[in-house]
Protein backbone atom coordinates (compact mmCIF):
# COMPACT_ATOMS: atom_id res chain seq x y z
CA UNK A 1 0.00 0.00 0.00
CA UNK A 2 1.38 3.44 -0.93
CA UNK A 3 2.14 5.72 2.06
CA UNK A 4 -0.65 8.36 3.01
CA UNK A 5 2.62 10.93 2.76
CA UNK A 6 5.45 10.67 0.63
CA UNK A 7 8.17 13.36 0.41
CA UNK A 8 10.31 12.82 -2.58
CA UNK A 9 13.71 15.12 -3.17
CA UNK A 10 11.21 17.88 -1.36
CA UNK A 11 12.95 21.38 -1.21
CA UNK A 12 12.07 24.56 0.23
CA UNK A 13 13.67 27.82 -0.40
CA UNK A 14 13.59 31.30 1.53
CA UNK A 15 14.49 34.04 -1.43
CA UNK A 16 17.61 32.08 -2.81
CA UNK A 17 18.37 30.08 0.71
CA UNK A 18 17.29 26.65 0.82
CA UNK A 19 15.99 25.69 3.72
CA UNK A 20 15.11 21.83 3.07
CA UNK A 21 17.56 20.44 0.76
CA UNK A 22 15.95 17.52 -1.01
CA UNK A 23 14.41 15.36 1.46
CA UNK A 24 12.89 12.14 1.29
CA UNK A 25 10.35 10.99 4.34
CA UNK A 26 6.83 9.38 4.62
CA UNK A 27 4.25 8.24 7.08
CA UNK A 28 1.87 4.95 6.43
CA UNK A 29 -1.93 5.12 7.39
CA UNK A 30 -1.96 5.33 10.92
CA UNK A 31 1.95 5.95 11.63
CA UNK A 32 2.98 8.10 14.65
CA UNK A 33 6.23 9.24 12.90
CA UNK A 34 8.57 12.26 14.43
CA UNK A 35 10.89 14.76 13.02
CA UNK A 36 13.36 15.89 15.34
CA UNK A 37 16.63 18.36 14.64
CA UNK A 38 18.54 20.96 16.31
CA UNK A 39 17.13 25.05 16.00
CA UNK A 40 17.24 25.71 12.53
CA UNK A 41 17.30 22.31 10.93
CA UNK A 42 14.49 23.34 8.95
CA UNK A 43 11.36 20.77 10.38
CA UNK A 44 8.87 23.96 10.58
CA UNK A 45 10.03 25.09 6.70
CA UNK A 46 9.19 21.07 5.99
CA UNK A 47 5.71 20.91 7.92
CA UNK A 48 4.29 24.39 6.30
CA UNK A 49 5.45 22.89 2.74
CA UNK A 50 3.43 19.67 3.72
CA UNK A 51 0.37 21.73 4.40
CA UNK A 52 0.30 24.32 1.98
CA UNK A 53 2.00 27.34 3.26
CA UNK A 54 4.99 27.41 0.92
CA UNK A 55 5.78 27.15 -2.43
CA UNK A 56 6.91 23.55 -3.92
CA UNK A 57 7.01 21.70 -6.60
CA UNK A 58 4.04 19.78 -6.88
CA UNK A 59 5.31 16.33 -7.61
CA UNK A 60 7.53 16.19 -3.96
CA UNK A 61 5.10 15.75 -1.82
CA UNK A 62 2.49 12.98 -2.39
CA UNK A 63 -0.18 12.86 -0.31
CA UNK A 64 -3.27 10.41 -0.64
CA UNK A 65 -1.80 9.42 -3.58
CA UNK A 66 -1.64 12.48 -5.12
CA UNK A 67 0.77 15.55 -5.81
CA UNK A 68 -0.12 18.36 -3.70
CA UNK A 69 3.17 19.97 -3.43
CA UNK A 70 2.00 23.86 -3.93
CA UNK A 71 -1.66 23.32 -3.22
CA UNK A 72 -2.70 25.88 -0.91
CA UNK A 73 -3.40 25.30 2.70
CA UNK A 74 -7.34 25.87 3.12
CA UNK A 75 -8.19 22.94 0.02
CA UNK A 76 -5.31 20.54 1.96
CA UNK A 77 -7.46 20.75 4.93
CA UNK A 78 -10.83 20.26 3.07
CA UNK A 79 -8.87 16.62 2.15
CA UNK A 80 -8.52 15.68 5.79
CA UNK A 81 -4.40 17.09 6.31
CA UNK A 82 -4.23 19.36 9.68
CA UNK A 83 -1.44 21.51 11.09
CA UNK A 84 -0.90 22.43 14.25
CA UNK A 85 1.34 25.23 13.51
CA UNK A 86 4.68 25.91 16.15
CA UNK A 87 3.39 28.70 18.55
CA UNK A 88 -0.14 27.45 18.43
CA UNK A 89 -1.26 30.06 16.69
CA UNK A 90 -5.02 30.32 18.21
CA UNK A 91 -6.93 33.24 17.53
CA UNK A 92 -6.67 35.27 20.88
CA UNK A 93 -9.39 37.34 20.46
CA UNK A 94 -11.97 34.69 19.32
CA UNK A 95 -13.60 32.34 22.23
CA UNK A 96 -12.54 28.89 22.68
CA UNK A 97 -15.98 27.90 21.01
CA UNK A 98 -15.00 30.30 18.35
CA UNK A 99 -11.56 28.96 17.85
CA UNK A 100 -13.19 25.00 17.64
CA UNK A 101 -16.02 26.31 15.20
CA UNK A 102 -12.67 27.54 13.25
CA UNK A 103 -11.57 24.19 12.91
CA UNK A 104 -14.71 22.60 11.15
CA UNK A 105 -15.09 25.74 9.34
CA UNK A 106 -15.03 23.26 5.86
CA UNK A 107 -17.35 20.88 7.08
CA UNK A 108 -21.28 21.11 6.36
CA UNK A 109 -22.71 18.52 8.65
CA UNK A 110 -23.55 20.17 11.35
CA UNK A 111 -24.28 17.43 13.33
CA UNK A 112 -21.43 16.01 12.94
CA UNK A 113 -19.59 18.37 13.75
CA UNK A 114 -21.60 19.07 16.79
CA UNK A 115 -20.76 15.31 17.82
CA UNK A 116 -16.72 16.40 17.80
CA UNK A 117 -16.92 19.80 19.60
CA UNK A 118 -18.52 17.36 22.09
CA UNK A 119 -15.36 15.16 21.59
CA UNK A 120 -13.26 17.67 21.86
CA UNK A 121 -14.20 19.01 25.06
CA UNK A 122 -14.28 15.65 26.68
CA UNK A 123 -10.69 15.12 25.66
CA UNK A 124 -9.96 18.70 27.00
CA UNK A 125 -12.40 19.52 29.93
CA UNK A 126 -10.55 22.51 30.67
CA UNK A 127 -11.33 23.88 26.91
CA UNK A 128 -14.88 22.93 27.93
CA UNK A 129 -15.12 25.17 31.32
CA UNK A 130 -13.45 28.08 29.24
CA UNK A 131 -15.53 27.89 26.49
CA UNK A 132 -16.74 31.32 26.16
CA UNK A 133 -13.14 33.10 27.51
CA UNK A 134 -10.98 34.50 24.28
CA UNK A 135 -8.46 32.33 23.54
CA UNK A 136 -5.55 35.14 24.18
CA UNK A 137 -6.20 34.80 28.21
CA UNK A 138 -5.47 30.87 28.46
CA UNK A 139 -2.25 29.60 29.58
CA UNK A 140 0.21 28.34 27.35
CA UNK A 141 -0.72 24.38 27.70
CA UNK A 142 -4.75 25.33 27.48
CA UNK A 143 -3.81 27.28 24.04
CA UNK A 144 -2.06 24.03 23.08
CA UNK A 145 -5.01 22.10 24.14
CA UNK A 146 -7.32 24.58 22.35
CA UNK A 147 -4.51 23.97 18.93
CA UNK A 148 -4.56 20.52 18.91
CA UNK A 149 -8.17 20.52 19.52
CA UNK A 150 -9.00 23.03 16.73
CA UNK A 151 -7.61 20.36 14.20
CA UNK A 152 -9.16 17.74 15.13
CA UNK A 153 -12.17 19.54 14.45
CA UNK A 154 -11.38 19.19 10.72
CA UNK A 155 -11.37 15.56 10.97
CA UNK A 156 -7.60 15.05 9.72
CA UNK A 157 -6.57 11.80 8.66
CA UNK A 158 -3.07 13.49 8.56
CA UNK A 159 -2.28 15.63 11.87
CA UNK A 160 0.86 17.43 11.26
CA UNK A 161 2.21 18.91 15.00
CA UNK A 162 4.82 21.64 15.44
CA UNK A 163 6.90 21.32 18.57
CA UNK A 164 3.89 20.77 20.66
CA UNK A 165 5.54 20.75 24.25
CA UNK A 166 7.48 24.13 23.36
CA UNK A 167 7.29 26.29 26.37
CA UNK A 168 5.29 23.94 28.48
CA UNK A 169 6.16 23.10 32.25
CA UNK A 170 6.67 18.74 32.31
CA UNK A 171 3.13 17.78 33.82
CA UNK A 172 1.26 19.98 30.79
CA UNK A 173 3.89 17.95 28.49
CA UNK A 174 2.96 14.79 29.84
CA UNK A 175 -0.72 15.48 29.17
CA UNK A 176 0.04 16.72 26.11
CA UNK A 177 1.76 13.68 24.94
CA UNK A 178 -1.07 11.61 26.74
CA UNK A 179 -3.68 13.28 24.26
CA UNK A 180 -1.00 12.52 20.84
CA UNK A 181 -1.05 8.96 21.91
CA UNK A 182 -4.83 8.74 22.27
CA UNK A 183 -5.69 10.39 18.76
CA UNK A 184 -3.24 7.74 17.28
CA UNK A 185 -4.99 5.45 18.85
CA UNK A 186 -8.11 6.41 17.31
CA UNK A 187 -6.55 5.56 14.24
CA UNK A 188 -5.25 9.45 12.63
CA UNK A 189 -2.17 9.10 11.32
CA UNK A 190 0.77 11.64 12.40
CA UNK A 191 3.85 13.21 12.05
CA UNK A 192 5.08 15.13 15.03
CA UNK A 193 7.98 17.78 14.93
CA UNK A 194 9.45 17.91 18.19
CA UNK A 195 12.73 19.68 19.97
CA UNK A 196 11.94 16.94 22.76
CA UNK A 197 13.22 14.05 20.92
CA UNK A 198 13.14 11.53 24.17
CA UNK A 199 9.57 12.03 24.45
CA UNK A 200 9.22 11.82 20.59
CA UNK A 201 10.83 8.64 20.17
CA UNK A 202 9.01 7.07 23.15
CA UNK A 203 5.70 7.58 21.63
CA UNK A 204 6.51 7.07 17.78
CA UNK A 205 6.96 4.46 15.61
CA UNK A 206 9.25 5.62 13.64
CA UNK A 207 11.95 8.56 13.49
CA UNK A 208 13.70 10.60 11.30
CA UNK A 209 16.66 13.16 12.74
CA UNK A 210 17.27 16.20 10.38
CA UNK A 211 20.57 18.47 10.48
CA UNK A 212 20.63 21.50 8.28
CA UNK A 213 18.19 20.94 5.91
CA UNK A 214 18.62 17.38 5.17
CA UNK A 215 17.92 13.99 6.83
CA UNK A 216 20.50 12.23 8.56
CA UNK A 217 19.13 9.18 9.77
CA UNK A 218 15.96 7.36 9.94
CA UNK A 219 14.22 4.07 11.58
CA UNK A 220 12.55 2.70 13.81
CA UNK A 221 12.16 4.86 16.88
CA UNK A 222 13.42 1.82 19.57
CA UNK A 223 16.90 2.08 17.29
CA UNK A 224 16.93 5.55 17.23
CA UNK A 225 16.74 5.70 20.90
CA UNK A 226 19.67 3.82 21.56
CA UNK A 227 21.74 4.89 18.63
CA UNK A 228 25.03 6.48 20.21
CA UNK A 229 25.17 9.84 17.76
CA UNK A 230 21.10 10.36 18.20
CA UNK A 231 22.30 9.77 21.81
CA UNK A 232 25.18 12.49 22.33
CA UNK A 233 23.51 15.17 19.80
CA UNK A 234 19.79 14.85 20.46
CA UNK A 235 19.11 12.93 24.22
CA UNK A 236 21.95 14.71 25.63
CA UNK A 237 23.80 11.73 26.82
CA UNK A 238 27.42 11.03 26.00
CA UNK A 239 28.33 7.22 24.80
CA UNK B 1 -36.41 76.20 18.96
CA UNK B 2 -33.94 74.71 21.06
CA UNK B 3 -30.37 75.17 19.13
CA UNK B 4 -28.60 72.34 21.37
CA UNK B 5 -31.13 70.35 20.56
CA UNK B 6 -31.48 70.98 17.21
CA UNK B 7 -28.10 70.12 16.46
CA UNK B 8 -28.09 67.09 18.23
CA UNK B 9 -30.73 65.60 15.68
CA UNK B 10 -28.88 67.20 12.86
CA UNK B 11 -25.66 65.47 14.30
CA UNK B 12 -27.00 62.16 14.65
CA UNK B 13 -28.49 61.90 11.35
CA UNK B 14 -24.95 62.92 9.38
CA UNK B 15 -23.26 61.21 12.05
CA UNK B 16 -25.12 57.47 11.40
CA UNK B 17 -24.42 58.35 7.90
CA UNK B 18 -20.33 59.00 8.78
CA UNK B 19 -20.83 55.71 10.83
CA UNK B 20 -21.83 53.64 7.89
CA UNK B 21 -19.18 54.99 5.24
CA UNK B 22 -16.32 54.58 8.23
CA UNK B 23 -17.11 50.82 8.86
CA UNK B 24 -16.20 50.21 5.29
CA UNK B 25 -13.16 51.53 6.00
CA UNK B 26 -13.06 49.92 9.12
CA UNK B 27 -13.55 46.35 7.95
CA UNK B 28 -10.90 46.49 4.93
CA UNK B 29 -8.39 47.81 7.26
CA UNK B 30 -9.33 45.57 10.02
CA UNK B 31 -8.84 42.64 7.48
CA UNK B 32 -5.69 43.80 5.30
CA UNK B 33 -5.06 46.57 6.84
CA UNK B 34 -5.29 48.53 3.51
CA UNK B 35 -6.71 52.17 3.85
CA UNK B 36 -9.29 52.15 0.85
CA UNK B 37 -8.95 55.80 0.06
CA UNK B 38 -11.60 54.83 -2.89
CA UNK B 39 -14.44 54.08 -0.51
CA UNK B 40 -15.91 57.63 -0.55
CA UNK B 41 -16.23 57.10 -4.28
CA UNK B 42 -18.22 53.60 -3.95
CA UNK B 43 -20.61 55.81 -1.77
CA UNK B 44 -21.13 58.78 -4.27
CA UNK B 45 -21.16 55.57 -7.21
CA UNK B 46 -24.09 54.88 -5.05
CA UNK B 47 -25.76 58.41 -4.89
CA UNK B 48 -25.26 59.11 -8.65
CA UNK B 49 -26.85 55.71 -9.23
CA UNK B 50 -29.49 56.53 -7.24
CA UNK B 51 -29.82 59.73 -8.53
CA UNK B 52 -30.51 58.26 -12.08
CA UNK B 53 -33.32 55.80 -10.73
CA UNK B 54 -35.33 58.34 -8.97
CA UNK B 55 -35.15 60.83 -11.37
CA UNK B 56 -36.44 57.77 -13.85
CA UNK B 57 -39.14 57.29 -11.72
CA UNK B 58 -40.16 60.44 -10.35
CA UNK B 59 -42.44 60.90 -12.56
CA UNK B 60 -44.05 58.16 -12.12
CA UNK B 61 -47.49 57.43 -9.79
CA UNK B 62 -45.26 55.00 -7.47
CA UNK B 63 -44.93 56.46 -4.24
CA UNK B 64 -41.84 58.27 -2.82
CA UNK B 65 -40.86 55.55 -0.85
CA UNK B 66 -40.91 52.40 -3.29
CA UNK B 67 -38.98 55.12 -5.82
CA UNK B 68 -36.10 55.99 -3.24
CA UNK B 69 -35.95 51.89 -1.93
CA UNK B 70 -35.66 51.53 -6.26
CA UNK B 71 -32.44 53.48 -6.14
CA UNK B 72 -31.37 51.65 -3.47
CA UNK B 73 -31.57 48.75 -5.44
CA UNK B 74 -30.06 49.65 -7.44
CA UNK B 75 -27.08 51.47 -6.28
CA UNK B 76 -26.64 48.68 -4.30
CA UNK B 77 -25.55 45.74 -6.62
CA UNK B 78 -23.76 48.07 -8.63
CA UNK B 79 -21.31 49.09 -5.50
CA UNK B 80 -21.22 45.61 -4.84
CA UNK B 81 -19.81 45.09 -7.92
CA UNK B 82 -17.60 47.50 -7.82
CA UNK B 83 -16.32 47.08 -4.36
CA UNK B 84 -15.42 43.46 -5.76
CA UNK B 85 -13.78 44.58 -8.93
CA UNK B 86 -11.48 47.08 -6.94
CA UNK B 87 -10.40 44.44 -4.79
CA UNK B 88 -9.69 41.44 -7.38
CA UNK B 89 -8.37 44.07 -10.26
CA UNK B 90 -6.16 46.46 -8.15
CA UNK B 91 -5.59 45.24 -4.41
CA UNK B 92 -5.40 41.36 -4.85
CA UNK B 93 -2.41 41.68 -6.89
CA UNK B 94 -0.84 44.04 -4.47
CA UNK B 95 -1.39 41.88 -1.20
CA UNK B 96 2.46 40.87 -0.61
CA UNK B 97 3.91 44.26 -1.98
CA UNK B 98 4.78 46.84 0.19
CA UNK B 99 1.80 48.96 2.06
CA UNK B 100 2.56 51.84 0.12
CA UNK B 101 1.76 50.18 -3.01
CA UNK B 102 -1.91 49.41 -2.58
CA UNK B 103 -2.20 53.04 -0.78
CA UNK B 104 -1.26 54.83 -4.03
CA UNK B 105 -3.60 52.34 -6.00
CA UNK B 106 -6.44 53.55 -3.56
CA UNK B 107 -5.69 57.12 -4.25
CA UNK B 108 -5.40 56.13 -8.07
CA UNK B 109 -8.77 54.77 -8.49
CA UNK B 110 -10.47 57.00 -6.34
CA UNK B 111 -9.54 59.54 -9.07
CA UNK B 112 -10.44 56.92 -12.02
CA UNK B 113 -13.87 56.82 -10.32
CA UNK B 114 -14.68 60.12 -10.05
CA UNK B 115 -13.62 60.45 -13.69
CA UNK B 116 -15.57 58.10 -14.67
CA UNK B 117 -18.61 59.89 -12.76
CA UNK B 118 -17.74 62.86 -14.50
CA UNK B 119 -18.31 61.11 -18.09
CA UNK B 120 -21.54 59.51 -17.22
CA UNK B 121 -23.56 62.18 -15.02
CA UNK B 122 -21.59 65.44 -16.21
CA UNK B 123 -19.88 68.01 -13.89
CA UNK B 124 -22.83 69.58 -12.74
CA UNK B 125 -24.41 68.80 -8.93
CA UNK B 126 -27.59 66.72 -9.97
CA UNK B 127 -30.16 68.06 -7.96
CA UNK B 128 -32.47 64.97 -6.43
CA UNK B 129 -36.18 65.35 -7.25
CA UNK B 130 -37.97 66.45 -4.14
CA UNK B 131 -39.99 63.66 -4.03
CA UNK B 132 -39.85 63.35 -0.09
CA UNK B 133 -42.67 64.69 1.83
CA UNK B 134 -41.32 66.96 4.33
CA UNK B 135 -43.27 65.56 7.06
CA UNK B 136 -41.77 66.51 10.28
CA UNK B 137 -42.14 66.36 14.44
CA UNK B 138 -41.15 68.69 16.93
CA UNK B 139 -39.41 66.63 19.70
CA UNK B 140 -38.77 68.94 22.75
CA UNK B 141 -38.21 72.22 20.59
CA UNK B 142 -36.16 70.35 18.23
CA UNK B 143 -37.51 69.64 14.52
CA UNK B 144 -36.76 66.13 13.34
CA UNK B 145 -37.96 64.97 9.62
CA UNK B 146 -39.30 62.14 8.41
CA UNK B 147 -36.19 61.71 5.83
CA UNK B 148 -33.77 61.92 9.66
CA UNK B 149 -35.67 59.25 11.37
CA UNK B 150 -35.67 57.43 7.81
CA UNK B 151 -31.75 57.65 7.92
CA UNK B 152 -30.95 57.21 11.41
CA UNK B 153 -33.44 54.11 11.53
CA UNK B 154 -32.10 52.68 8.14
CA UNK B 155 -28.52 52.98 9.74
CA UNK B 156 -28.81 51.54 12.87
CA UNK B 157 -30.68 48.44 11.49
CA UNK B 158 -27.06 48.26 9.20
CA UNK B 159 -24.99 48.74 12.15
CA UNK B 160 -26.78 45.98 13.84
CA UNK B 161 -26.92 43.45 11.01
CA UNK B 162 -23.77 43.74 10.50
CA UNK B 163 -22.56 43.70 14.25
CA UNK B 164 -24.63 40.42 14.36
CA UNK B 165 -22.88 38.91 10.93
CA UNK B 166 -19.58 39.58 12.41
CA UNK B 167 -20.23 37.98 15.89
CA UNK B 168 -22.71 35.73 15.64
CA UNK B 169 -22.38 33.83 12.28
CA UNK B 170 -19.95 31.49 10.85
CA UNK B 171 -18.68 33.74 8.15
CA UNK B 172 -18.38 36.60 10.60
CA UNK B 173 -16.05 34.42 12.93
CA UNK B 174 -14.07 33.85 9.44
CA UNK B 175 -13.59 37.48 8.81
CA UNK B 176 -12.36 37.67 12.23
CA UNK B 177 -10.20 35.24 12.49
CA UNK B 178 -8.69 36.16 8.90
CA UNK B 179 -7.99 39.73 10.34
CA UNK B 180 -6.03 38.02 13.61
CA UNK B 181 -4.28 35.58 11.26
CA UNK B 182 -4.86 35.09 7.43
CA UNK B 183 -1.92 32.04 7.42
CA UNK B 184 -3.81 30.14 9.95
CA UNK B 185 -6.79 31.60 9.41
CA UNK B 186 -6.10 28.91 5.81
CA UNK B 187 -5.37 26.26 8.29
CA UNK B 188 -8.29 25.85 9.16
CA UNK B 189 -9.79 25.41 5.76
CA UNK B 190 -10.83 29.70 4.84
CA UNK B 191 -10.17 30.49 1.72
CA UNK B 192 -9.08 34.11 2.91
CA UNK B 193 -9.32 35.40 -0.40
CA UNK B 194 -13.46 34.63 -0.71
CA UNK B 195 -13.22 36.40 3.01
CA UNK B 196 -11.18 39.29 1.70
CA UNK B 197 -13.40 39.86 -1.12
CA UNK B 198 -16.96 39.43 0.75
CA UNK B 199 -15.40 42.18 3.22
CA UNK B 200 -15.17 44.56 0.52
CA UNK B 201 -18.45 43.85 -1.00
CA UNK B 202 -20.34 44.24 2.48
CA UNK B 203 -18.53 47.32 3.20
CA UNK B 204 -19.43 48.43 -0.75
CA UNK B 205 -22.95 47.49 0.27
CA UNK B 206 -23.30 49.92 3.32
CA UNK B 207 -21.11 52.62 1.37
CA UNK B 208 -23.85 52.51 -1.52
CA UNK B 209 -26.78 52.87 0.87
CA UNK B 210 -25.00 55.67 2.92
CA UNK B 211 -24.43 57.43 -0.87
CA UNK B 212 -28.18 57.43 -1.50
CA UNK B 213 -28.84 58.43 2.25
CA UNK B 214 -26.35 61.54 2.09
CA UNK B 215 -27.97 62.11 -1.18
CA UNK B 216 -31.90 62.72 -1.19
CA UNK B 217 -31.31 63.96 2.48
CA UNK B 218 -29.04 67.24 0.78
CA UNK B 219 -31.09 66.62 -2.44
CA UNK B 220 -28.08 67.04 -4.53
CA UNK B 221 -25.37 64.72 -5.86
CA UNK B 222 -21.99 65.27 -7.16
CA UNK B 223 -19.14 63.25 -8.81
CA UNK B 224 -16.42 64.78 -6.25
CA UNK B 225 -19.01 64.36 -3.04
CA UNK B 226 -17.25 61.37 -2.70
CA UNK B 227 -14.00 62.71 -1.18
CA UNK B 228 -14.80 65.11 1.59
CA UNK B 229 -17.32 62.18 2.87
CA UNK B 230 -14.51 59.88 2.21
CA UNK B 231 -11.64 61.74 4.65
CA UNK B 232 -14.64 62.43 6.95
CA UNK B 233 -15.67 58.91 7.52
CA UNK B 234 -12.31 58.00 7.63
CA UNK B 235 -11.86 60.72 10.15
CA UNK B 236 -14.75 58.84 12.26
CA UNK B 237 -12.89 55.59 11.83
CA UNK B 238 -9.61 56.45 12.81
CA UNK B 239 -11.30 58.70 16.30
CA UNK B 240 -13.20 55.17 17.14
CA UNK B 241 -10.15 53.48 16.43
CA UNK B 242 -9.52 51.54 12.95
CA UNK B 243 -10.18 48.31 12.30
CA UNK B 244 -12.51 48.39 15.43
CA UNK B 245 -16.32 48.02 14.28
CA UNK B 246 -17.98 49.98 17.57
CA UNK B 247 -15.23 51.96 16.75
CA UNK B 248 -16.06 53.00 13.77
CA UNK B 249 -20.01 53.79 14.62
CA UNK B 250 -19.07 55.61 17.73
CA UNK B 251 -16.64 57.92 15.57
CA UNK B 252 -18.92 58.41 13.24
CA UNK B 253 -21.85 59.83 15.66
CA UNK B 254 -19.29 61.56 17.41
CA UNK B 255 -18.22 62.93 14.16
CA UNK B 256 -21.88 64.01 13.41
CA UNK B 257 -22.84 65.37 16.51
CA UNK B 258 -18.99 67.29 16.86
CA UNK B 259 -19.82 68.74 13.64
CA UNK B 260 -23.11 69.91 14.02
CA UNK B 261 -22.77 71.54 17.13
CA UNK B 262 -19.86 73.54 15.92
CA UNK B 263 -21.72 74.69 12.82
CA UNK B 264 -24.85 75.51 15.33
CA UNK B 265 -22.22 77.43 17.64
CA UNK B 266 -19.22 78.88 15.97
CA UNK B 267 -20.93 82.01 14.67
CA UNK B 268 -21.65 83.21 18.53
CA UNK B 269 -18.40 81.68 19.98
CA UNK B 270 -16.17 83.79 17.35
CA UNK B 271 -18.35 86.99 16.98
CA UNK B 272 -19.38 85.79 13.39
CA UNK B 273 -15.74 85.92 12.17
CA UNK B 274 -16.19 82.64 11.71
CA UNK B 275 -19.24 81.05 10.55
CA UNK B 276 -21.03 77.47 10.02
CA UNK B 277 -19.00 76.93 6.80
CA UNK B 278 -16.03 76.35 8.91
CA UNK B 279 -18.34 73.04 9.64
CA UNK B 280 -15.99 70.92 7.75
CA UNK B 281 -12.72 71.68 9.37
CA UNK B 282 -13.94 70.28 12.65
CA UNK B 283 -13.98 66.41 11.43
CA UNK B 284 -9.87 67.24 10.54
CA UNK B 285 -9.28 69.34 13.87
CA UNK B 286 -10.63 65.77 15.70
CA UNK B 287 -8.34 63.73 13.10
CA UNK B 288 -5.73 65.99 14.26
CA UNK B 289 -6.35 65.76 18.10
CA UNK B 290 -6.62 62.24 17.69
CA UNK B 291 -3.45 61.31 15.85
CA UNK B 292 -1.50 63.63 18.51
CA UNK B 293 -3.14 62.11 22.01
CA UNK B 294 -4.42 58.71 21.32
CA UNK B 295 -3.10 57.49 17.66
CA UNK B 296 -5.35 54.26 18.60
CA UNK B 297 -8.62 55.72 18.83
CA UNK B 298 -11.15 55.83 21.21
CA UNK B 299 -11.91 52.35 20.74
CA UNK B 300 -8.69 51.09 19.41
CA UNK B 301 -5.95 48.35 20.52
CA UNK B 302 -2.32 49.43 21.54
CA UNK B 303 -1.18 48.82 17.82
CA UNK B 304 0.85 45.16 18.34
CA UNK B 305 -1.99 43.89 19.82
CA UNK B 306 -3.23 42.63 17.01
CA UNK B 307 -1.31 39.30 15.82
N1 LIG C 1 10.33 33.13 6.63
C1 LIG C 1 11.64 32.82 6.52
N2 LIG C 1 12.43 33.55 5.71
C2 LIG C 1 13.73 33.24 5.57
N3 LIG C 1 14.35 32.22 6.19
C3 LIG C 1 13.61 31.46 7.00
C4 LIG C 1 12.22 31.71 7.22
N4 LIG C 1 11.73 30.79 8.07
C5 LIG C 1 12.78 30.00 8.38
N5 LIG C 1 13.90 30.39 7.74
C6 LIG C 1 15.21 29.75 7.84
O1 LIG C 1 15.11 28.40 7.45
C7 LIG C 1 15.86 27.57 8.28
C8 LIG C 1 15.00 26.49 8.88
O2 LIG C 1 14.06 27.08 9.77
P1 LIG C 1 12.91 26.24 10.46
O3 LIG C 1 12.02 27.20 11.15
O4 LIG C 1 12.30 25.34 9.47
O5 LIG C 1 13.73 25.41 11.52
P2 LIG C 1 13.22 24.44 12.66
O6 LIG C 1 13.88 23.15 12.43
O7 LIG C 1 11.75 24.45 12.73
O8 LIG C 1 13.84 25.14 13.95
P3 LIG C 1 13.24 25.26 15.44
O9 LIG C 1 13.49 23.96 16.12
O10 LIG C 1 14.03 26.36 16.06
O11 LIG C 1 11.78 25.58 15.32
C9 LIG C 1 16.51 28.47 9.32
O12 LIG C 1 17.84 28.72 8.93
C10 LIG C 1 15.70 29.73 9.26
O13 LIG C 1 16.48 30.85 9.54
MG1 LIG D 1 10.40 25.02 14.13
Redesign the pocket.
Known sequence: MSPLLALARLEVA??G?K?VKGIDLDVSKGELVCLI??????????LKAIAGLLPVAAEAIRYDGAPIGGTRAFELVRRGLALVP?GRGVFGQLTVAENLAMGAYARGNAAAVKQDLARAFDLFPRLAERRGQSAGTLSGGEQQMLAIGRALMSRPKLLLLD?PSMGLAPLMVQKIFETILAVAKEGVTILL?E?NARLALEVSCRGYV?ETGLITLSGPARELLVDPKVRAAYLGEAD | MDIFLQQIVNGLTLGSVYAVVALGYTMVYGIIQLINFAHGEVVMIGAMVAFSVITALAGTALPPVLIVFAGILAAVPVCMLLGYAMERIAYRPLRGAPRLAPLITAIGISIILQHVALLIWSRNPLAFPQIIPLASFDVGGAIITGAQIAIILTSVLMMGGLTLMVYRTKLGIAMRATSQNPQVAGLMGIDIDRIIAFTFIVGAALGAVAGVMVGTYYGIAHYSMGSLLGLKAFSAAVLGGIGNLAGAMLGGILLGIVEALAAGYIGDLTNNVFGSNYQDVFAFLVLIAVLVFRPSGLLGERVGDRA
Do not use: P
Not at chain 1, 37 to 46: L, V
Open positions: YGIAGANGAGKTTTEEVQM
